[in-house]
């Protein structure tokens, strides 16, 4: 079985500055990993994956993600946050073989201060 | 549209009573999820649909819970003679094979009175 852990529920910052958001999982078989966004009354939006190859994903918006075995991690970063950021983050995890579920964590609000 | 859409988006009934909530997923999607998303409980997995069996029911909290998915496509989950506690965001998703990244749709937001 997959946990995740999101080690803050809530994140301020400035507007152009820096974040990032914590993630670690624990499995006993290899994974894939996923960040998913929610904005307010809305469902979840993929924001970026690894399912193999390159342990850094980035995404359309500037978010990126880095996948560190060694660490058990998968923590997201943005070099300049913008107020559209604002929003609940969610990591999650599913083994390898797609044959569980997605396990998510709780869920990090960044609100993002002008 | 082409993504998943859910309905009604908002519902407000009186304990006891059932309710049915809907999901329309992405077309050509085999797989199908629902989850349920409480107010600092996170996102809970509730049931899983390949094509129109179920192979991981695990997360049904109750047999007030069920669910079932016909032709391959729609989705309803039901709960029966509904509690407070069960006043949640529930989600849908699908994707095209288990394991490849899921599309949710909007929510239903269930109020329990």
């Known amino acids: 079985a997959q946990s995740v852990t999101q080690l803050d529920s809530q994140v301020p910052v400035f507007e152009e500055a820096p974040v990032e958001l914590r993630c670690n999982y624990s499995s006993s078989v290899s994974v894939y990993l996923f960040w998913y966004v929610q904005y307010p009354n809305q469902g979840l939006q993929l924001l970026l994956k690894?399912?193999?190859?390159?342990?850094l994903v980035e995404s359309i918006n500037g978010f990126e993600a880095e996948f560190n075995k060694s660490q058990t991690s998968f923590h997201l970063r943005k070099p300049s946050v913008h107020i559209s950021d604002t929003a609940e983050y969610f990591c999650a995890v599913s083994d390898f073989r797609g044959n569980t579920p997605l396990v998510f964590g709780k869920g990090t609000r960044l609100s993002v201060i002008a | 549209g082409a993504g998943v859409s859910q309905s009604p988006s908002n519902k407000v009934t009186e304990k006891g009573k059932d309710v049915e909530l809907r999901c329309d997923p992405i077309?050509?999607?085999?797989?199908l999820y629902w989850y349920r998303q409480s107010l600092g409980q996170g996102l809970e997995f509730l049931i899983y649909f390949q094509g129109n069996s179920a192979p991981d029911k695990s997360g049904l909290p109750s047999d007030r819970f069920s669910a079932e998915r016909t032709g391959g496509s729609v989705s309803t989950l039901t709960i029966q003679r509904t509690q407070q506690e069960d006043s949640a965001v529930y989600l849908c998703a699908s994707s095209p094979d288990r394991g490849q990244p899921q599309h949710f749709g909007d929510g239903t937001r269930l109020s329990i009175l």
């Open positions: 690894y399912l193999s190859g390159s342990t």
């Open positions: 077309s050509g999607h085999t797989a």
